[in-house]
């Protein structure tokens, strides 16, 4: 199993850019695809992103696709999600998730192990 642990969550405005961190715990990291997700008050939990065991594949929503950058450090056992141009509506909660498999899932019932959150606030 992993314990996940997210970071890097803030304040921002408008068109500025956060790095999200997601530190595992264990030594079977690389045996699980990561996922970044997000959610709202009032609203289902979204795929953001994801990347396979190795990182040499990603998969994003099309609403991030272009501004956001899902990477992994397998040697630092931790997931990183670069935003830029944020926008107001990327205002979430966001939560990285592991999944033990080799191939990118957007369900949220595929992931086996999920992280705290952290909020993510976009806003002038």
């Known amino acids: 199993q992993v314990q996940l642990v997210e970071s890097g969550g803030g304040l921002v405005q408008p068109g500025g850019s956060l790095r999200l961190s997601c530190a595992a715990s264990?030594?079977?990291?690389?045996?699980?695809?990561m996922g970044w997700f997000r959610q709202v008050p009032g609203k289902e939990r979204e795929f953001v992103a994801g990347v396979t065991r190795t990182g040499g594949r990603t998969y994003y929503a099309d609403s991030v696709k272009g501004r956001f950058t899902i990477s992994r450090d397998n040697a630092k056992n931790t997931v990183y999600l670069q935003m830029n141009s944020l926008k107001p509506e990327d205002t979430a909660v966001y939560y990285c998730?592991?999944?033990?498999?080799?191939?990118?899932?957007?369900?949220?019932?595929?992931?086996?192990?999920w992280g705290q959150g952290t909020q993510v606030t976009v806003s002038s």
């Open positions: 264990g030594r079977t990291f690389g045996s699980y695809v």
């Open positions: 998730a592991a999944d033990l498999s080799s191939v990118i899932s957007r369900g949220i019932y595929e992931y086996d192990y």
